[in-house]
């Protein structure tokens, strides 16, 4: 069933309206929903300021001045209005790095026909890079084996087939390391 814009959608307490029919129309809904999040917005700017710095006693240090035109309200001198905090790039939650920041420090493709040494020789530069990109322990296995190509890929897909690509990737750095070598 469609409902048009002035449609009842919703009833509400009858007893404070003199026992009347009341019901609401998209636009109190749409009026309720927004003063909800206005409401809302200031127990948020805490939350977030409380996470980016919890050991920070002076919020204020994040916010503009009040004659910054970044309040909620439209800026100005506007005490009443609620000031967006202005943060500095925070790091992510969990330590390590994107993958686009792994390829940043551009890893060495490996086709496994090149010998033993080789092999150890790409391990080596691979671990090289996943210290200095600060990789995550979970993403080693995943970014490391990007690189592959040839007769190393047609290898790592034996794998991918033999554990399932969720265990594979999964397992310890020294584990694929074993694996390799």
């Known amino acids: 069933m469609e409902h048009t ?10 007893s404070e309206h003199n026992n009347e029919d009341h019901f609401l129309n998209r636009q109190d809904i749409e009026n309720i929903f927004a003063q909800g999040i206005v409401n809302a917005i200031p127990a948020i700017v805490v939350a977030v ?3 980016a710095e919890p050991s920070q006693a002076h919020p204020s240090k994040h916010t503009r ?12 001198n506007n005490n009443n209005g609620i000031q967006a905090p202005v ?6 939650a ?8 792994f390829l940043a420090y551009k890893p060495v493709e490996f086709a496994g026909n090149e010998g033993a040494t080789a092999a150890l020789r790409w391990l080596e530069k691979t671990e090289a890079v996943i210290k200095i990109s600060k990789c995550a322990e979970e ?8 690189p592959f190509k040839e007769e190393a890929l ?5 794998v991918l087939q033999a554990k399932g690509s969720d265990m594979a990737y999964a397992m310890s750095w020294e584990e694929f390391r ?3 070598e």
Do not use: F
């Open 5 to 14: 814009v002035n449609e009842p959608v919703n009833e509400i307490n009858q």
């Open 49 to 51: 300021k409380s996470l």
């Open 65 to 76: 001045d009040n004659t910054s035109s970044n309040s909620i309200n439209g800026g100005g």
């Open 87 to 92: 943060y500095k790039r925070m790091k992510a």
């Open 94 to 101: 969990t330590p390590g790095c994107t993958y686009k920041e």
């Open 139 to 146: 993403d080693k296995v995943m970014y490391a084996s990007h």
């Open 154 to 158: 047609e290898w790592w897909n034996t």
């Open 178 to 180: 074993r694996l390799i």
